[in-house]
């Protein structure tokens, strides 16, 4: 059974930076597909940066680019976010989600799927507030 544990949310200034950890179990990383996406109480989900951990082929939602940096370590099992010059709009629950390899579909595809939260697999959310 695949499972998702997020860690690494808080509270941070603006300006200031986060590493948020995804650790993955019952999974190999590289059959995987992974990504973050954010949400919060009456606000629309969206799509924050996904993964392909074959070949660590990237994608950022348009908010972000330049500042959040997703990677991967196949042997700890874990996906990372690096999320750096905060904003207090960047205030939200991150999720991590993932969706195995298809062969039926391409890897932006499947991009686009997880990062929309639509799949089976996600974890339980790490809070990011941005405040000062």
């Known amino acids: 059974q695949l499972q998702l544990t997020e860690s690494g949310g808080g509270l941070v200034q603006p300006g200031g930076s986060l590493r948020l950890s995804c650790a993955v179990s019952?999974?190999?990383?590289?059959?995987?597909?992974l990504g973050w996406f954010r949400q919060a109480p009456g606000k629309d989900r969206e799509g924050v940066s996904c993964?392909?951990?074959?070949?660590?082929?990237?994608y950022y939602g348009d908010s972000v680019k330049g500042r959040f940096t997703i990677s991967r370590d196949n042997a700890q099992n874990t996906v990372y976010l690096q999320m750096n010059s905060l904003k207090p709009e960047d205030t939200f629950v991150y999720y991590c989600?993932?969706?195995?390899?298809?062969?039926?579909?391409?890897?932006?595809?499947?991009?686009?799927?997880?990062?929309?939260?639509?799949?089976?697999?996600r974890g339980q959310g790490t809070q990011v507030t941005v405040s000062s």
């Open positions: 989600a993932a969706e195995p390899y298809s062969v039926s579909k391409t890897v932006q595809s499947m991009c686009v799927f997880v990062t929309a939260g639509m799949g089976d697999y």
């Open positions: 019952g999974f190999a990383l590289d059959d995987l597909v």
């Open positions: 993964i392909s951990s074959k070949d660590g082929i990237t």
